[in-house]
């Protein structure tokens, strides 16, 4: 049996807050983004690359989790649109 410890990739949004839009950067080259209002409602979902910019101006402001899936491996954020 493995028993080593999983690593996570390392990904990072910013700026946090935002107006408009974000980064997403880490070391990957292509991830699934979902982004759910707080209710858990999905609110948008698509494949990225890093460093990719994505818009969510359209979305109304308040806090909103973003789901970013890796291999297989979710990590989660909370980002706020003001």
Not at 19 to 43: M, N, Q, Y
């Amino acid at each position: 049996m493995d028993n080593k410890p999983i690593q996570k990739q390392k990904i990072s949004i910013y700026p946090n807050p935002t107006d408009s839009s974000f980064f997403v950067t880490g070391e990957f080259d292509e991830a699934k983004l979902s982004i759910l209002e707080i209710s858990g409602r999905k609110v948008m979902e698509k494949y990225i690359t890093r460093g990719e910019l994505i818009d969510i101006s359209a979305l109304n402001d308040g806090l909103y989790f973003v789901k970013i899936n890796l291999e297989g491996e979710n990590q989660s954020f909370k980002i706020i649109k003001n």
